[in-house]
């Protein structure tokens, strides 16, 4: 079973930021937070993932909690392509058994 | 932009038959994956493969089921004998490494008729 929690659905306005939560309570040390999206029925595609510290690339940033125990996902300028379901996953350095939950459907509003 | 290839996109079959879907990884990859997603559902973990054999398989992977690596390129997933609960998009990953991040093939639909 998936070690997240994420709302079911959340809505953003374009141009606008979307943050999306994800709660990991039970993360242990070993283990990195990843995000992936799906847009429609395409494959699952890599957005970002950290360990403990606050991560940024050229498509989101990641907030992780000084406790490790959440984090949210933040699209800085949200557009109608970033609509899609997003994942939140809890990964050790052992298992690439990535378990995907059911994630947020995230829908960009004009 | 490297990136993983599956065919055929689309599959339909009778039951009882055998699929088979391929994959070509991004080359320098050495870990790879099947998952697969019920329309509507939850994507689904079947199978990872490190080296020329199946390290970790979840219990959807039974003995219907079955992974190749034929050549240098190629990653297959074998349904010997398909039922219709197999009617699913079916996509291969590939990473780098075993902390690496996963990327995804664009999916095969099986529909089993």
């Known amino acids: 079973d998936a070690k997240t929690t994420q709302p079911t659905s959340m809505d953003c306005a374009e141009g606008r930021a979307a943050n999306l939560p994800c709660n990991h309570s039970t993360i242990s040390g070993n283990e990195y937070v990843y995000w992936y999206r799906q847009i429609h029925s395409q494959g699952p595609q890599y957005i970002i993932h950290g360990l403990k510290n606050n991560e940024t690339n050229e498509m989101a940033s990641l907030i992780i909690t000084e406790d490790r125990k959440s984090s949210t996902l933040i699209l800085p300028h949200a557009t109608l392509r970033d609509t899609a379901v997003y994942y939140c996953i809890v990964v050790d350095n052992y298992g690439q058994n990535f378990v995907f939950g059911p994630g947020t459907r995230l829908s960009v509003l004009p | 932009e490297p990136e993983v290839t599956q065919t055929p996109s689309h599959q339909v079959t009778q039951m009882g038959q055998e699929v088979i879907l391929r994959c070509v990884p991004i080359?320098?990859?050495?870990?790879f994956y099947w998952y697969r997603q019920i329309l509507g559902q939850k994507v689904e973990f079947l199978v990872s493969f490190y080296n020329n054999e199946i390290s970790e398989k979840s219990e959807i992977f039974d003995d219907q089921f079955s992974v190749e690596r034929p050549d240098g390129s190629n990653f297959t997933l074998k349904i010997r004998s398909t039922k219709l609960e197999d009617s699913a998009m079916y996509f291969c990953a590939s990473s780098l490494r075993l902390t690496g991040e996963l990327f995804f093939g664009e999916g095969s639909r099986l529909t089993v008729l």
């Open positions: 080359s320098n990859h050495l870990y």
